[in-house]
């Protein structure tokens, strides 16, 4: 699903035949949003794809990394070598234009137990691949409890610490997301 937008409709119609050549898409394979309600279908299509994930897993691990536009094609395969060595399912989408990929790696039927013991190596993974890339380990959804613990992945100890100061700085008495991400 891609959206284009230029200085003029000449402008859009060239990148339209750019990406047509460069992804080899014979022109019936490709549909154009002439009204506002059609895109809005395909959008609304876009924003149910975690909904639909959950009818296939309903157990499912969720990221969000970035890695610079020009590697998002190499962090796609390296992934899925990755979760294909593993016998994982997974279903990646995102935001071309700013970098940002979702990444979500399905349970299935693997046992609670054995899902709840990879998980860490995963999104260990998973991060250290972006970063490799450029990247890092969140676009849009933050650190917070779920990641704090890989912060070190991107920040040294030093950087940390100014982070800490700076929240006490503001929350001295730590009533803001208490707990969050420092105590």
Not at 92 to 112: Q, S, T
Request: aromatic share 6%.
């Amino acid at each position: 699903l891609l959206q284009l937008d230029g200085g003029s409709e000449e402008a859009v119609v060239q990148d339209l035949a750019t990406i047509q050549t460069k992804l080899n898409l014979p022109a019936e394979n490709i549909f154009i949003a002439a009204t506002p309600g059609q895109k809005e279908r395909l959008w609304q299509a876009r924003r149910s794809i975690r909904e639909a994930l959950k009818t296939e897993s309903p157990v499912f691990l969720a990221e969000d990394c970035v890695v610079p536009r020009s590697r998002i094609t190499v962090f796609l395969k390296n992934l899925k070598r990755y979760f294909t060595g593993r016998n994982l399912q997974s279903i990646m989408f995102g935001h071309a234009g700013d970098g940002n990929v979702h990444i979500d790696i399905l349970k299935g039927e693997m046992p609670l137990e054995t899902w709840n013991a990879l998980l860490p190596e995963i999104k260990r993974s998973v991060y250290r691949q972006a970063i490799d890339l450029g990247g890092t380990i969140t676009g849009e959804h933050g650190v917070g409890h779920l990641r704090k613990q890989y912060l070190p992945l991107i920040l040294d100890e030093k950087h940390i610490d100014l982070m800490k100061r700076i929240k006490h700085a503001f929350d001295p008495d730590l009533i803001l997301n208490p707990g969050k991400i420092f105590p």
